[in-house]
Each structure stands twice: as structure tokens, then as C-alpha cells.
């Protein structure tokens, strides 16, 4: 595992980017794993800083982590009525680059089936050859995807029921701002599994703020458990690359924290 410090979330958003933009560089029909929320915004805007400098996306195909049961893409409404993944990903990325919307998978949170489009969504990325680079953030729980804690290490894409503190944080960094009510939000999502992200060739974990540095340190140094998900980073046998910002990085000592300091 290799631990990269950078001074702050900018630095961070960067030096991501950058990682991710070799591996398109070095192999154009890479599949990728996205991921939402607050931690990687910065990163997808340096990719499409870089698309509009030539970096080319066409023949790239991704798979995003999770999506919330109920909810999918409607071009129709504007982000603030729509807290769906597909739109965050369609509106922070997808809609500046020039990638296929064939070549993008996300979960459908309206499927009929749930569960057989779990087992077929498994199937695709198999389809695909696997996934090159999955990009990960880590919850305040220290929580993978939707992956909550209690999850098994070798769970599969499925469904999976929110616990109070994945609510609390969506509600407060996404649903409160867009005047929703806690009773508005969806409660179950569909997740790849932690076994299917430790099946991914190469991983790239983002963290950043004072508030994920215990949860980072554990996550990265402490036992390996369910209770804390992205944990299971230890038994990875994939390149595991972790950027973090010096806040988030403030509870790794001087040894823990050294692999690459810049």
C-alpha cells in the first residue's frame, strides 16, 4: 500500500487526477470504478481540466459503486430535485468528457428486479475484463460504497439497508442543502460489494479533513473487521494507492504515514 500526504484537498484532487489520467493515457479502454459524493468533486474537475487539454476518454468504461434504491436518472429535472448518483455523475463528469453513455455503468435504482440486476451488474464487470482502477472515498464509519458496517468481506453487489450515521452524513452534505427532509431520503441502495472491490486490479482511496482522521487510521492500521469496511484495504493483494491530506492524515505517526510524504 502506498500512502501519498499532500498539504490539502486541492493537492489531493490533483494528484488523483493525475493517477487516474496516466492510467487512460497508458491503456485508452480502461474500465473504472467511480465513485460519488463529496471527496472525489475535486478530482473530476481536474479530469475535465485535462479532457479540455486532450486527455480522451472515448474508448474508457466505467462502473460506479453504488446507487440509491428508488432513484435513477431523469435528464428532466435539475439537481436539486434529483439526489440521484446518476445525475452527481452525469453533471460532475460525464456530461464534460466525451465518453460513451455506452460504455457507462451505473446501478438502476428503478430496476423491477433488484436482485437480478445485482447479479447482472457482477456479470458485467466480469464481461468487461474486471475493473483496472476503482476510486474510493471512506464513510465517517468507515464505510466503502454502501458497503455499512457489519458487512461481510466477501459480499457482492446487492442491496443494502442505510444504518443512522450514512443517513445523518448524506442528509447533511446533499439532502438538507436542496431542501429535502430526512423522510425524503431513501433508506436501502444497491452497493458493490467489498469482495467485488477487492477483486478491482488496482485501487485509489481519497480522504481529506480533521473528521476521517481517526476513521482513516483505523481503517488503514487497525484491525481488520466488518465493522469498518475499508479495512479490508489490508487484505488487498491488488497496487493500493491512498491520498490523503495532512489533516487526515494527522492520527498515522511519522512511520505509518512516511511511504510518501510530498
Known sequence: MEIIVK??????SKCAAEHIAALI??????????????????TY???????????????????????????????????????????FMYEELFNHINIKKENVHIPDGLTKNPEEFCKSYEDAIKEAGGIDLQ?????GDGHWAFNEPGSSLESRTRIEELNEQTLNDNYEAFYKKAGFTRDDM???????????IL?????????????????????????????????????????????????AASMLDETQSSESVS
Do not use: W
Request: include cysteine; proline fraction near 4%; charged fraction near 25%.
Open 7 to 12: 498539504r490539502d484537498y486541492e493537492e489531493i
Open 135 to 139: 476510486i474510493l472515498g471512506i464513510g
Open 45 to 87: 474537475r481536474e479530469l475535465i481540466r485535462m479532457h479540455k487539454e486532450g486527455l480522451d476518454f472515448s474508448n474508457v468504461i466505467t462502473f460506479n459503486l453504488d446507487e440509491y434504491l428508488g432513484l435513477g436518472l431523469d435528464l428532466s429535472k435539475p439537481y436539486s430535485q434529483d439526489q440521484s448518483y446518476h445525475r
Open 186 to 196: 431513501p433508506h436501502y441502495a444497491i452497493t458493490m460489494g467489498v469482495g467485488t
Open 199 to 247: 477483486e478491482t486490479k488496482s485501487i485509489l482511496m481519497l480522504a481529506y479533513g480533521s473528521k476521517k482522521a481517526e476513521i482513516v487510521a483505523k481503517a488503514l492500521r487497525g484491525p481488520v473487521t466488518n465493522q469498518i469496511t475499508a479495512s479490508a484495504i489490508q487484505l488487498y493483494k491488488g497496487k493500493a494507492t491512498v491520498i490523503l491530506d495532512e489533516d
Open 25 to 42: 493515457k497508458k491503456k485508452p479502454n480502461c474500465v473504472i470504478g467511480f465513485a460519488t459524493g463529496g471527496t472525489p468533486i475535486g
